[in-house]
């Protein structure tokens, strides 16, 4: 009896032991300011070469409904990687106006790194060094954060690459077992945009420098986006944000030659990330880590670069206000393809979900496992969208289904402007300026035949802004007795706040 129980206990431990061998991996790849209208997986048209997110796509799960939240300031990237790491709503984070009484102290001890360190996972993280989430950041055991976007080995995204290549290295001869959540960022495609000098050849660019110039048209430069127009119509209430009028390369030109120059910069960058990831992957493969990874690729949140005549990603239009989503892993059936309608602030639940880690009280975020595995199509049925980093109350949108509204508005700029679009019949938001035929390829908002679809839609953005606690209101809505912002939230028109710069 006694050996009975010895050979059993011994078998409970060798079980647990395996168990706890057999935790996946994650690999997180987020890259920065990246439209998912760039890639050819949401956009056959697209000249980007990216086969190993190709590859990627058709051995796992390609989102087309995938959403950041949304700023309270011109640097966006700083509010969706605070969301990303904190798996809080857009107004409850530390750097949101009413931050103070809406983020629970020490929130930090709550975001990716530190949940997944008391986990007995190792953490590493190389992404670019500002305008994220410092207090997170530092807590990841290994971390070599830097600004890379030159166009070579060392100032470019290959910095990045090494740095996770090195830590593998190091883990495989430490003989490390315990399970690994690596954050792997990249700097680019965010401008400048200063690509590697055969991939900029390959995209017909150049690093065009002279603001009094325009660059050569090239026929193998990427042809103007299909929703490209020379100018925005109307003051979307921060149309002077550093994006819009001081990107090197194209200042407030909205000229084909300069659009399509540097959209081709933009390639030429997007390809060498791709082919950074390709060099990870590969090494994962070789360890024979890689088939118990989760891989998510993912942007901090698209990004303009001429559609609808903007620049940056202070707008909420699709091609800035969605983001590119790709996850491979255990038990995701490869190829396949949902809407998920899901927030980057889901990303810190799903993690815990997929590693059977508890995810903290203070996240807000909703696992998406229950899509990955084939169970649902979808996380949630609406979707609210905000930019508020000039003028105020800004831009809020709502999707719901087929129907989209965005709502602009700055009394000190004289704006007020709807927009109604059905995404099925209109997927690129044109509007009368693009001059497209079609009663349905317009903004639909001041047409009487939607006026009870625009009316519906109008109710439900009061809903979710009053659901995230949304402290502004347009002049449309009731008041709602909101309390005066702090002091301290206050904006100049530039979009900056005392002490914080608008540029990423």
């Not at 002091?487 to 002490?499: P, V």
Request: hydrophobic share 35%; net charge neutral.
């Amino acid at each position: 009896m006694r050996l009975f129980c010895l050979l059993l206990l011994s078998f409970v431990a060798a079980v647990t032991s395996f168990a706890a061998e057999k935790r996946p991996n994650i690999l997180f790849i987020l890259v920065d300011d990246q439209s998912p209208q760039d890639l050819k997986m949401y956009n056959p048209l697209s000249t980007l070469d990216t086969p190993n997110l190709d590859k990627l796509a058709a051995q796992g799960m390609v989102f087309d409904g995938a959403y950041h939240m949304g700023s309270s300031m011109g640097a966006v990237c700083t509010p969706s990687r605070h969301m990303i790491m904190s798996g809080r709503t857009v107004w409850h984070l530390p750097v949101s106006p009413w931050g103070a009484k809406t983020s629970p102290p020490a929130l930090e001890q709550n975001t990716i790194p530190a949940v997944f360190n008391r986990a007995g996972y190792a953490t590493m993280r190389t992404c670019k060094q500002g305008n994220s989430y410092e207090a997170a950041n530092k807590l990841f055991t290994v971390r070599h954060d830097a600004v890379k976007r030159g166009g070579d080995a060392e100032s470019g995204s290959q910095w990045h690459a090494e740095r996770v290549l090195d830590y593998l290295k190091e883990r495989e001869a430490s003989k490390d077992e315990k399970p690994f959540l690596i954050y792997y960022g990249f700097s680019h495609p965010h401008d400048t945009r200063d690509g590697r000098p055969e991939l900029l050849a390959k995209y017909g660019a150049t690093n065009h420098t002279d603001p009094n110039s325009l660059p050569s048209l090239h026929t193998k430069q990427p042809s103007l986006p299909v929703n490209y127009l020379a100018k925005h119509p109307f003051d979307n209430t921060h149309a002077d944000v550093r994006d819009e009028i001081a990107v090197s390369g194209v200042w407030k030109k909205r000229d084909e030659a300069s659009i399509r120059n540097e959209l081709g910069r933009e390639y030429a960058c997007s390809e060498n990330i791709d082919t950074q990831i390709g060099r990870v992957l590969k090494r994962l493969e070789d360890m024979g880590e890689l088939d118990n990874t989760y891989i998510i690729y993912t942007a901090d949140h698209g990004i303009s670069i001429g559609r609808h005549g903007l620049m940056g990603k202070q707008n909420l239009y699709q091609h800035t206000w969605r983001v590119p989503f790709i996850v491979k892993g255990p038990g995701i059936e490869a190829g396949s393809r949902v809407e998920g309608n899901i927030y980057l602030l889901d990303i810190l639940a799903t993690l815990c979900d997929l590693a059977n880690v508890p995810a903290p009280e203070s996240n807000e975020g909703t696992s998406f496992k229950p899509v990955l595995q084939g169970q649902k199509k979808a996380v949630r049925d609406v979707l609210y969208g905000t930019y508020s980093g000039g003028s105020k109350p800004g831009m809020r949108c709502v999707k719901q289904g087929d129907w989209k509204l965005i709502r602009y508005e700055a009394p000190d700029r004289k704006v007020s402007e709807t927009q109604l679009f059905n995404l099925t019949e209109n997927p690129d938001e044109f509007i009368a300026e693009h001059g497209r035929t079609g009663p349905m390829l317009t903004n639909l908002a001041t047409n009487p035949a939607y006026a009870d679809k625009l009316a519906e839609m109008q109710a439900l953005l009061l809903t979710e802004m009053r659901r995230l606690d949304d402290p502004f209101r347009f002049s449309n809505q009731p008041g709602d007795d909101l309390p005066p912002l702090p002091a301290q939230a206050a904006k100049g028109k530039n979009g900056k706040g005392k002490g914080k710069k608008a540029k990423e």
